[in-house]
């Protein structure tokens, strides 16, 4: 990648038409980057090339299925034509069924792995295919909170994460074992606000939703435009996300247990589910979905959490600087302390000195310190 940022790099993103992926392709042009717009919908597509277009960026639109090998490397083919070599591929296509694992048919599930799972995969081998050769690239793999800690009423999706998750610390290896200059990272996200809940293939009473807090894809977006500049094993976004990955290292029969209890629940909204409601996990929706869902009302803007992730190091810095200088304060108070303690104890020692009886004095005899009577003979034997 040239640079220290994205200014003339080339960047790919899948799943570009909507949601996390369409708020990440404005945030790459609004950084410089020409970007290679990757989704099934053509309506989102088009609009998202304008959004690009009017950061000043350079799109270029493929419609292709990632669930298809074939049709991933024909996007990274034409992309490669147009703009140029790619320097950062952002695997961020989904897709998911919102119902117990036992109303989910086969097929249904094998759509969801083919585009969530084996997406990234065929998205992961059209990069290195490009990217080892130069010894330069990074590839950024838009993750979830549910790569590590699963929820009911999302099987499909669930085992995708964490398939991705396990398939990622696989090629990580194998890239630091043949000393690559390819950088590979996860991006772990919260419950974001995207309109996959409109479209998404339901079998609940009522409308899904993300899990709250909620938080809106910008934030998303700003984390993955960093990741590709400042690549690391992986982030964390949101606090609910570092809270979910650390909980689930300590206590994950407990949130077994949470979550059977709340997750059914906390998925849904009080609106019951259209009959007629249009999916688009066989075929894309039509008309520009755009980058926002439903909950504009309940979202988060900003992650405190997100920004301390970002600049982790700077914090640790800035934390090592002040434990120094809290210590210095301490050693010199304690320093100081000492030494009048010291000067203290030395005065009490002369002051006790000089009101004293002479300690020259000899020491009487007897006993009790009285004298010896002078006619007592002392006695040889004793």
Not at 18 to 46: F, K, N, P, Q, Y
Not at 130 to 158: E, H, N, T
Not at 184 to 208: G, S, W, Y
């Amino acid at each position: 990648m040239r640079g220290s940022g994205l200014e003339g790099s080339v960047v790919v993103v899948t799943g570009a038409s909507s949601g996390v992926g369409r708020a990440t392709v404005r945030e790459l042009a609004r950084r410089g980057a020409s970007v290679g717009l990757i989704a099934r919908g053509r309506d989102g597509l088009d609009a998202a090339a304008k959004e690009v277009e009017a950061e000043g960026g350079t799109a270029l639109v493929v419609s292709a299925d990632v669930g298809r090998a074939d049709q991933v490397v024909g996007a990274a083919d034409a992309i490669e034509d147009a703009l140029g070599p790619i320097d950062v591929w952002v695997n961020d296509a989904m897709a998911t069924v919102f119902a117990p694992f036992t109303e989910v048919s086969a097929d249904e599930f094998r759509r969801v792995t083919e585009t969530t799972y084996l997406g990234t995969v065929y998205g992961t081998m059209a990069a290195l295919r490009r990217m080892r050769p130069r010894d330069r690239g990074v590839i950024v793999q838009v993750g979830s909170a549910l790569a590590y800690r699963s929820i009911p009423l999302q099987s499909a999706y669930c085992g995708s994460k964490h398939a991705i998750h396990g398939f990622t610390s696989s090629v990580r290896c194998e890239l630091l074992h043949d000393h690559s200059g390819v950088r590979i990272v996860e991006v772990h996200l919260p419950a974001v606000n995207t309109p996959q809940f409109d479209h998404c293939l339901a079998k609940m009473p009522n409308h899904p939703q993300p899990v709250p807090p909620i938080y809106q894809p910008e934030i998303a977006a700003r984390a993955i435009a960093w990741a590709a500049t400042h690549p690391r094993r992986e982030y964390w976004v949101g606090a609910t996300t570092a809270a979910t990955i650390l909980a689930n290292r300590f206590v994950p029969g407990l949130l077994d247990r949470y979550l059977a209890m709340t997750n059914y629940r906390a998925q849904q909204t009080g609106r019951p589910l259209q009959p007629d409601r249009r999916t688009n996990l066989w075929d894309p929706i039509e008309g520009d979905p755009g980058a926002h869902g439903d909950f504009d009302a309940r979202s988060e803007r900003r992650s405190p959490q997100a920004w301390a992730s970002r600049h982790r190091r700077q914090l640790l810095a800035a934390a090592a600087a002040a434990g120094m200088a809290a210590g210095g304060v301490v050693a010199t108070a304690t320093r100081r302390g000492g030494e009048g303690r010291r000067r203290e104890g030395r005065r009490q020692v002369e002051r006790s000195r000089s009101e004293a009886p002479d300690a020259r004095r000899p020491r009487p005899y007897g006993r009790r310190g009285g004298a010896l009577p002078a006619d007592r003979p002392v006695r040889a034997d004793r």
